[in-house]
Nanobody, 116 residues
């Protein structure tokens, strides 16, 4: 049973930093690409960052390039999203995602609010 559990969200001032974590279980973590999505109020889901499995690569949305860093620790079955220089438009629920074969799995999300 695939499980994805996000944590680390909260309220932060513009220009601040936050690190999100997603702990995964139920599959061979190191073999699969992991992706962070976000959804702001009234908006659809937006791909934020992705990191490949073994031998894979990293990619970012243009809106976060240079500010966010995705990383993973395969020994801990955890993917991270380090967010810096946060802006109010980064406010959203952030979701962890993995695609295993033809199935897609999501965590419950963690709320990030950037406001003065």
């Amino acid at each position: 049973q695939v499980q994805l559990v996000e944590s680390g969200g909260g309220l932060v001032q513009p220009g601040g930093s936050l690190r999100l974590s997603c702990v995964a279980s139920g599959f061979t973590f190191s073999r699969y690409a992991m992706t962070w999505f976000r959804q702001a109020p009234g908006k659809g889901r937006e791909l934020v960052a992705t990191i490949g499995g073994i031998g894979g690569s990293i990619g970012y949305a243009n809106s976060v390039k240079g500010r966010f860093t995705i990383s993973r620790d395969d020994d801990k079955n955890t993917v991270y999203l380090q967010m810096t220089s946060l802006r109010p438009e980064d406010t959203a629920i952030y979701y962890c995602n993995v695609r295993v074969n033809e199935n897609e799995y999501w965590g419950r999300g963690t709320q990030v609010t950037v406001a003065s």
